[in-house]
């Protein structure tokens, strides 16, 4: 059985036309403001009425259809070791580490700190066993290197102590090029990256309506080598957008499709995903809510969209804005995980560890998250139905009062049919009890040091990583 998402669906076709046509009218008439003037310039010469002064480009609908029939409706993203990789394509949901907070939780002390290199390190060597998890990041922002290279050691920590698909910095066109430089690197060559690309990215639009100038001049380059590209904003209802789910859509839609039309005009065929980080503002603090129960249905309504036009979708789902691994994270995030997965959300990003709104990683919560997320998969499973899986010849075989333990039938099944969990705990209470009564954070932290105490990352070939440490003295001499 395959997992399958897609299915759960809030809107039907001529609702998201609706969206559509108002995004359209935003586009032509309103305008987005892009911070680049290298952006404005392609935008202008393909046609979109252009306010240099205001920095505002209207873009006419024949510029969006035409990006649209350029832009792939699949992309494949690679880990080092090829078999790691991420079709992300209709009906395939993917799910990724949190990456860049400033915080983690400490597996000693349990309190808040800010992140160093070496939590970058163990958190890709801790995601890295973790079989639920596809895709990893450089989880923290080290407060113990220099801001200058920080893109650059989180990249190469990543290249490093794992063999799983990576998350790409794009935060100026200068540590963009790094960046792609040491992937090429592991790739073989730049020509070998674009066929087969080991990085995907993210440009988060400002809203309302507008893109950065670094996040843009990153896209470009990472639009040349034909590494696959998220558009995301992070509208949020009631303060950067309208309070209206609908409103908000149409806004998050005219940013992202203003991006889509930036990167296939850069880069006709260049990858792209159409993203989301919407959630509500909390009305009582001012605050993002990425826990919000809402989230979960912007997250469903962008996987129809994205599948509207025809390319891959990426959410920001298994969030929570509680502090700790605790009863609220638990509820917020399979909430707002499995309505993502179940619309067919291809790569969600921003979940695995995640704690406070994004804002916090935890190693814990990153083995809990495992799980869930394993849980995830086996619901987009979904019942398989044959003649094998219907088991008539077996029902007939126990008959009336018998049982199915001993059955070839249930040996042969059991492991395809039920998910079984690493960390859920369903023992008697006696059992539990002789074992110390521990709670979910207890028994996750104990495999988090199992983890880091016994697992080996696939080692980087010596040459190459000659060669990324060659680089990031390079860049260390730059600054």
């Known amino acids: ?40 310039r392609i935008l202008e010469n393909a046609g979109a009425h252009v306010d240099f002064k205001r920095k505002i480009a209207r873009i006419p609908e024949y510029l969006v259809k035409e990006a649209l029939k350029k832009a792939p409706s699949r992309c494949i ?15 395939r949901v993917y799910f990724a580490m949190l990456g860049w907070v ?16 070496s939590d970058i390190e163990l958190l890709f060597k801790l995601g890295d066993a973790l079989e639920n998890i596809h895709c990893l990041d450089w989880a923290v922002w080290p407060n113990d290197i220099p801001d200058p290279v920080v893109h650059a050691y989180g990249l190469y920590m990543g290249f490093k102590n794992t063999t799983k698909p990576l ?13 792609i430089k040491m992937a090429a690197v592991v790739a073989g060559g730049e020509e070998e990256l674009k066929k087969k690309p080991l990085l995907i990215t993210i440009e988060n639009p400002v809203s309302p309506l507008q893109h950065s100038k670094e996040l843009i001049e990153g896209l470009m380059v990472y639009a040349k080598y034909k590494q696959p590209i998220v ?28 991006g889509i039309v930036l990167v296939e005009l850069i ?30 249905i912007i997250n469903a309504v962008t996987a129809q969209l994205a599948q509207y036009y025809g390319i891959p979708s990426r959410g920001t789902a298994g969030t929570t804005d509680s502090k700790i691994p605790d009863i609220q ?58 003649d094998e899986a219907l088991a008539v010849d077996v029902i007939k075989n126990v008959g009336p009062g ?35 009564s521990k709670d979910m954070r207890e028994i996750a932290r104990e495999k988090v040091k199992k983890i880091l105490k016994e697992h080996e990352p696939e080692p980087l070939d010596p040459d190459i990583e000659k060669e990324l440490k060659d680089i990031l003295k390079e860049i260390e001499r730059r600054i």
Do not use: C
């Open 267 to 296: 880069n006709p065929g260049a990858p792209v995903l159409y993203g989301t980080v919407s959630t509500i503002a909390d009305m009582k603090s001012g605050g993002i809510a990425l826990g919000a129960v809402e989230a979960g």
């Open 231 to 258: 558009i995301a904003p992070e509208d949020q209802s009631g303060t950067t957008a309208p309070v209206t789910l609908a409103g908000l859509m149409v806004q998050q839609n005219a940013e992202i499709l203003s």
């Open 77 to 91: 993203v690679y880990g080092r070791d090829f078999k790691y990789k991420m079709k992300l394509e209709d009906g």
């Open 329 to 386: 994270a638990g509820i917020e995030k399979a909430m707002t995980l499995i309505m993502a997965a179940l619309s067919g959300i291809n790569f969600i990003y921003s979940f695995a560890g995640a704690l406070e709104s994004t804002m916090t990683i935890s190693y814990e919560q990153l083995v809990i998250d495992n799980e869930l997320a394993g849980m995830v998969i086996r619901a987009l499973k979904g019942m398989r139905i044959d």
């Open 102 to 117: 400033p915080y983690v939780l400490d597996l000693e002390s349990g309190r808040r700190r800010e992140g160093t290199l």
């Open 402 to 436: 018998g049982h199915y333990l001993t059955q070839k039938h249930t040996l042969e099944n059991f492991r395809k049919e039920h998910y079984i969990p690493t960390i859920i705990n369903r023992e008697k209470r006696e059992l539990w009890e002789k074992a110390g």
């Open 167 to 179: 998350d790409g910095y794009i935060y100026g066109e200068t540590a963009a090029k790094d960046n």
């Open 1 to 40: 059985m395959n997992p399958k998402g897609g299915q759960l669906k809030f809107l039907t076709n001529d609702e998201l036309y609706e969206i559509h046509t108002a995004t359209m009218e935003v586009l032509e008439q309103i305008g987005v403001r892009f911070l680049s003037e290298k952006a404005l």
